[in-house]
């Protein structure tokens, strides 16, 4: 343990291996940070890697009486946090376990919890520990759906977990500790781009929330506590997520009775929206040549058709047959449908985008990429878009992130 504020402890772990991370080596290791705030109510503030679960509880028991523990907060159900919650909740028996509503089945089911040892905070809740105040401010999708942010309010300390992190195992935990002109940015910034930059669209809302607060330290999960320059660091999480491309886009469709016609006017408004400009293209209206042209112009393409009798309806299958042969390498596309019972339209014109070479969004890599389950592609609405249009904006959104970065 290691006092980093008046009665705040750092009790994590310096991981210095090479680590197997997300699919990547961590080649510089990484820390796994953990709090102990002393007060009327004593907080454990995340855990450590599931490797070390055990190892933490001993040590932390040796130094602390975890009977003495009232609340244990999770900011983030990933096992590289919590992973040391089942051993820790054994031997805290008088702790409560403070998460977002959505982390309380996942935790349980993972650390074989009960569901009498949790308690689930909203979204600005505050919980009063002394003499010191916790806020509790969710922040889904960063990187996971049941995120949220530990705000310590007299002290100004944010505790982040993995947000404005940086992978590398460095005993000297603090960035105040780190020589002049030893600057680990390039560090900080592979981090952003490598987690949260995927998810970016989440990045606006946190920064907005906690645009208002005092922040003196923000206490990360991995890597240095940003001690100092707080508001530079935040900056480049502003910068980063803001950056953008100018981009085109074009959106062809084919309708038979005006349900893919108003889906793909609709996704048209949803892109506008973010920023990005676009054509909305009835297939059947323009002339093929002058089509093609402006998907070449393209950084990215929607292409949408009705399902008649099991297929594609309308002359767009001619269109799409000549993709194929051009240069579409780097284009993003996606594909979009309404129909009736089967669907099979949409199927059929995204097998056509991957023939033509392009990079076609689906559900899965949207979800092996950024764990999200609200985007679907190809997107498929059964009759009436306005009856779907949280899969509308979600599907636009992810098209936006896609084609911009
Ligand atoms: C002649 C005809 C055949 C259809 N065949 C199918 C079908 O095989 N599978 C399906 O899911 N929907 C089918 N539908 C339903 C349409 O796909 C559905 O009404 C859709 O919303 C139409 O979109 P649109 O207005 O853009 O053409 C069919 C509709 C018509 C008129």
Redesign the pocket.
């Known amino acids: 343990m290691r006092e980093i504020r008046d009665g705040i402890f750092w009790t994590g772990k310096v991981d210095d291996r090479k680590v197997p991370f997300h699919r990547l080596i961590l080649e510089k290791g990484t820390s796994y940070n953990s709090y102990l705030i002393k007060d009327e109510k004593n907080v454990l503030i995340d855990t450590v890697d599931f490797m070390f679960g055990k190892e933490f509880t001993d040590r932390l028991g040796s130094e602390f009486d975890l009977m003495k523990l009232d609340y244990i907060v999770i900011n983030h159900t990933e096992p590289d946090h919590s992973g040391a919650l089942g051993s820790v909740a054994r031997k805290a028996k008088n702790a409560t376990i403070l998460c977002t509503e959505i982390a309380i089945p996942e935790l349980m089911e993972m650390y074989k919890l009960g569901i009498e040892r949790f308690r689930a905070v909203k979204d600005n809740e505050t919980l009063s520990i002394g003499r010191r105040t916790l806020r509790f401010l969710h922040t889904p999708y960063l990187h996971t759906e049941e995120t949220m942010v530990t705000y310590l309010e007299e002290e100004g300390i944010l505790f982040t977990c993995d947000i404005f992190s940086t992978h590398v195992a460095d005993t000297r935990l603090l960035a105040s500790e780190l020589e002049a002109g030893e600057s680990f940015d390039p560090d900080f910034i592979g981090y952003y781009s490598l987690i949260m930059d995927p998810h970016r669209r989440y990045v606006k809302p946190l920064l907005d929330k906690i645009e208002g607060l005092e922040i003196s330290m923000i206490a990360t999960s991995h890597g240095y506590i940003l001690d100092k320059e707080v508001d530079r660091y935040i900056g480049i999480y502003r910068k980063s997520s803001e950056k953008v491309k100018d981009v085109r886009t074009v959106i062809l469709y084919n309708?038979?009775?005006?349900?893919?016609?108003r889906l793909a006017k609709l996704l048209g408004e949803e892109l506008e929206k973010t920023g990005i400009s676009t054509e909305v293209i009835d297939a059947n209206v323009r002339p093929r040549e002058e089509i093609l042209a402006k998907v070449i112009d393209a950084d990215g393409i929607l292409v949408g058709a009705?399902?008649?009798?099991?297929d594609i309806?309308g002359n767009l299958e001619g269109i799409l047959a000549e993709l194929k042969d051009m240069d579409l390498q780097g284009k993003v596309a996606g594909a979009f449908g309404?129909?009736?019972?089967?669907?099979?339209a949409a199927h059929v014109v995204q097998d056509y985008l991957k023939e033509a070479g392009m990079k076609v969004l689906t559900t899965e890599e949207a979800v092996r990429t950024t764990g999200m389950d609200d985007v679907s592609f190809p997107l498929r609405v059964r009759?009436r878009p306005e009856d779907s249009m949280d899969a509308v904006r979600a599907a636009a959104a992810y098209f936006a992130d896609k084609v911009r970065y």
């Open positions: 309708s038979m009775g005006g349900n893919t016609k009705s399902t008649k009798y099991a309806s309404s129909y009736g019972w089967s669907g099979e009759f």
